[in-house]
Each structure stands twice: as structure tokens, then as C-alpha cells.
């Protein structure tokens, strides 16, 4: 029986890759479920369209979770603005934690993270965001926050609106 669920953004970047492998240990870890969602922007289009559309990003779904090993996965597909659709999903998934990916900026060592979805969801989403920063491959590096108590500082988190650093 899951404790809780993840709800984690997917695309065709590489950074959302990133983002899932870490969505799915930390998933595996804290036994959460997890929800991936992909969202077709907004754009005008005929309803025709529309449905290609909506099944692209589920066979892209599909593609990225195989690659993963996430099958346990749950599936959810949506058109719209992708911060304002997350945050909606999460809502109504009752997540108690959204992960995105995010992109380098720069050529140092440590790039700042960058995210225009991360950025929009932080303000508008009902429960903490991590963003995984660029160049992780491994699930170590999301370890020490399954190592800490992981129920208390969710409860924390969402109790506190103020955006706090977890790690």
C-alpha cells in the first residue's frame, strides 16, 4: 500500500528523463505511487489534431517509462499551459509531491537550473516541487532526501506555503 503520490512532468528532453528516473526511486523508495503526465501545449489545432496529438504523448509516455523500467507507472495526458495542467493533475491526484526536470544554463561545472514550467508550477502548484537539476544518472543523488524523514518533512512542506530549501 502507497503512502502517498508523485506526479512527474515528461517530455522528449532529456532533462525530463532526469526527472523520472529520480520521480520513480524516490516512488520505489518511499513507496509512493507515481503518476507521469505529459501535456500537449495549448496551441490551435483541429480536434483531429488534437487526439494525434494526445496519443503522441501517450506513445511518448510509453517509449520514456520502457526505457526507465518505470511499468508500474500511471499514465495521464493533458492539453493545455503544462504549469498550470501539472498543478491541476496534482491537485486532483492528491500529490504530495511534484518532480520536474530542468535544462542547463551555461557552461560551468554547476549550471544554474532552468525551467520556465518549474519556475510557473513552484507558484501555482498545491504541494512542494523538486526540480532535478541536469546530469543526474544515478538515483544516489536523490537518496539523502529518501533518508531523511520523509513523511514529516512532506507534512512540513505542504503545511508551510513558503518555499524553503528540503536539502
Request: a positive charge.
Amino acid at each position: 500500500m502507497s503512502i502517498g503520490t508523485i506526479v512527474c512532468a515528461v517530455n522528449e528532453t532529456e532533462g525530463a528523463a532526469e526527472a523520472l528516473r529520480a520521480a520513480a526511486h524516490l516512488g520505489r523508495r518511499l513507496n509512493m505511487r507515481l503518476v507521469a503526465v505529459h501535456v500537449v501545449e495549448d496551441v490551435p489545432m483541429s480536434p483531429a489534431a488534437r487526439r494525434e496529438a494526445r496519443a503522441g504523448g501517450m506513445r511518448l509516455m510509453d517509449r520514456v517509462l520502457a526505457e526507465q523500467g518505470a511499468w508500474m507507472t500511471d499514465r495521464r495526458v493533458a492539453s493545455g499551459d503544462p504549469a498550470e495542467e501539472i498543478a491541476r493533475i496534482a491537485g486532483e491526484e492528491r500529490a504530495e509531491l511534484v518532480v520536474v526536470g530542468s535544462k542547463p544554463n551555461g557552461r560551468q561545472a554547476r549550471p544554474p537550473l532552468r525551467s520556465r514550467v518549474a519556475t510557473e508550477l513552484a507558484r501555482m502548484s498545491p504541494v512542494p516541487v523538486v526540480v532535478v537539476p541536469p546530469g543526474v544518472r544515478t538515483p544516489g543523488t536523490v537518496t539523502a532526501i529518501a533518508r531523511r524523514r520523509p513523511r514529516s518533512l512532506l507534512r512540513r512542506a505542504r503545511g508551510d506555503r513558503q518555499q524553503q530549501p528540503v536539502a
